[in-house]
């Protein structure tokens, strides 16, 4: 029997495959869709201070290779995310599944009130956050475009909270190794990458943007090999542990990701299409292990050279 | 609860117009759906990461859960080739669908396969039956009106080329009818889906007589589930603000008076 235990961020996880933000709402919503006791923990949507509605529709277009979507972060707002989606998740599994929360602001005091007010919530095990969203013009994306200012705020989000903290990192950026010190530096505990890849899609007969919001992000199949060299090159760069996503659908897809140097994976876009997948790609990384006489799942853990 | 159900096809017939009926063999789902009720189907032939299409249900018992669809693009298409014997994903039941316990006479208004639900609520609706206004721009678009005639409903059927009943819009002899209970003070409910001019103007009549409108919402999906928040439907909340609402779970029926256009 293979050990899939891993550490992430201090935290021990039953599996390494967990649900990526975005793609699995607050945790409860696919219960009866895949056996949750081979996730090793869920990711929730990205929550900020306040209720936020999120982008005008459409919000979403199905492209070859994957999806571009621009939600843009609809949410409850921290405090009815703990009221109710929270105690809802912990009451349907029992509390049996470890959860990450997602959160954004649109200033350093927000994300740093956000953190603060999840601190000692029962039921919340980690802070992902998310500076690396191309959908919303505040917030987000801006703070992870700079170094220095991604520093900045990760200190600040350190200063506010004793959880764990796991700033999620853009692809789109000319050395992701840069990101990855600075969020090292700053007091990051670990590192989840890749976000989506800014894209966008054009109507040819109306001649405008398909999207809502215009432009929005790129997710599924295509970025996988983005992925892989953003770990690969992230994995060298920095000792924290790494959450790597992106286009993971079959096991390979997440193996792949942890000999570029991940301890954990998450499955996103790949949910809708068959919501058993994240189980389905924890099965096959025991299996992979089996076969090549891995003991541990963390074993394989950098492997590439 | 959600089930993601390997069926298999029983059968996929043209029935002309682009239109076709599938058969799914789905014991889990056939006992679980609710008239109004949707499934996210897997369509086989597709490349496995292709989203899933959503598919409102015409019928489901003894088994066999009944899709009523048109092909209108890429998924439908290649939908339409599955043969019997073929295994197809099928996640559901999903979404919030019509409520079964008003009073009233169901007044039941349908365009295109916006029939598929009705069908299933008329059945389920059991001896409370009523009329079906069911519209169209030609013959050709007005779907299993004998399937509701057997079940002892009363069809009105509108076309806009006139080749079938009223010509002109559904609204056309539905206007007529809930004149008539307004005259007689009756009570009535009104239940669609169809083409969103046709929801809109049922949607209208329902607020403006102040009786229960149950509107199908129709919007492309990519989780079906409630996890993505892609599928957005303006609602109003009783504290007068607006609510983006998820048609997947919160709808896709909604109530007339909730809905922000």
Known sequence: MVDLSVKLAGLDLPTPVVTASGTFGYGAEYLGALDYSKLGAVTAKGVRLDPWPGNPMPRHCEVYGGLVNAIGLQGPGVKDFVKYFLTHFRRETGGSVKMIVNIWGGSEDEYAEVASRLDGVEGVHAIELNVSCPNVKEGGHTFGQDPVVLSRLVKKVRAATKLPIIPKLAPNVPDIGVYARAVEDAGADAISLINTIPAMVIDIERRKPVLGNRTGGLSGRGIHPVAVKCVYDAHKAVKLPLLAMGGIYEPEDAIELMLAGASAVAVGTATFSDPSTAARVCDGIAAYCERHGFASVRDIVGLCS | ?261
């Open chain 2, 1 to 261: 609860m959600l089930t993601d159900e390997l069926s298999s096809v029983i059968s996929n017939s043209d029935i002309g117009g682009g239109y076709r009926f599938l058969l799914l063999d789905a014991p889990q789902l056939a006992s679980k759906l609710q008239p109004g009720q949707f499934i996210h189907v897997r369509v086989p032939g597709l490349e496995p990461s292709a989203l899933r299409r959503p598919f409102s249900v015409f019928d489901a018992k003894d088994g066999v859960v009944t899709v009523l669809f048109k092909v209108v693009g890429r998924g439908t298409k290649v939908l339409a080739q599955a043969g019997a014997g073929e295994k197809v994903s099928v996640l559901g039941p999903l979404g919030h669908g019509f409520p079964l316990s008003g009073v009233g006479a169901p007044l039941l208004v349908g365009g295109g396969f916006g029939v598929a639900p009705l069908h299933f609520l008329a059945r389920r609706l059991g001896e409370r039956k009523g009329i079906l206004f069911i519209g169209g721009r030609t013959e050709k678009d007005l779907l299993a009106i004998d399937r509701f005639e057997a079940l002892g409903w009363d069809v009105r059927p509108a076309t806009e080329d006139g080749s079938m009943g009223y010509k002109g819009f559904v609204t056309g002899p539905l206007d007529e009818t809930l004149e008539g209970f307004k005259r007689f003070n009756g009570k009535y409910e009104l239940f669609t889906c169809g083409p969103d001019g046709l929801l809109k103007a049922v949607s209208d009549r329902a607020v403006a007589a102040g009786m229960p409108g149950w509107i199908s919402m129709d919007r492309h999906m990519v989780c079906a589930a409630g996890a993505c928040y892609a599928c957005i439907q303006r609602t109003r909340l009783p504290d007068g603000s607006v609510y983006n609402a998820r048609c997947c779970v919160n709808g896709p029926v909604f109530a007339a008076k909730d809905l922000v256009w």
